[in-house]
């Protein structure tokens, strides 16, 4: 995936007054799952990744490997399941645990980042937003 994103899987992200790069994705695999690039950053060291991410929205939280955490500079051999960690990802403060199963290996953004990214985004831009009966 490093190739197609031009970015090596949790490489350091400098961190500067420039806006972050857009969220861009590929669908991978025979199944078509798609993927993500997305900059996450310890608020506690400003160790700030690039990290590929699987878009699940049947998933309501997000989670992150034990890789991710270390290269951020978090050390999860105390975790308990369902610990929570608050980082930034792609400048979002948001919740995310240790991955875990079938998806261990994998880094994943649930519905909880994919709504609050388009609540605040959709804020921001004072852009209505139509409610649902």
Do not use: W
Not at 12 to 26: A, E, M, R
Not at 36 to 53: D, G, L, T, W
């Amino acid at each position: 995936m490093s190739q197609n994103f031009e970015v090596e899987y949790l490489s350091t992200f400098l961190l500067s007054s420039d806006p972050l790069p857009q969220i861009s994705g590929i669908c991978f695999g025979p199944n078509y799952r798609l993927f993500v690039r997305v900059v996450i950053v310890n608020p506690n060291n400003k160790n700030a990744r690039n990290v590929f991410c699987l878009v699940d929205t049947g998933s309501p939280s997000t989670f992150l490997t034990d890789e991710c955490f270390a290269h951020l500079g978090i050390d999860t051999s105390n975790f308990r399941s369902g610990t929570i960690i608050t980082l930034k990802i792609h400048g979002f403060v948001m919740s995310a645990s240790l991955s875990h199963g079938h998806f261990s290996d994998v880094c994943m953004l649930g519905a909880d980042f994919l709504v609050v990214a388009l609540f605040q985004t959709h804020n921001s831009r004072n852009v209505p937003r139509t409610r649902l009966p």
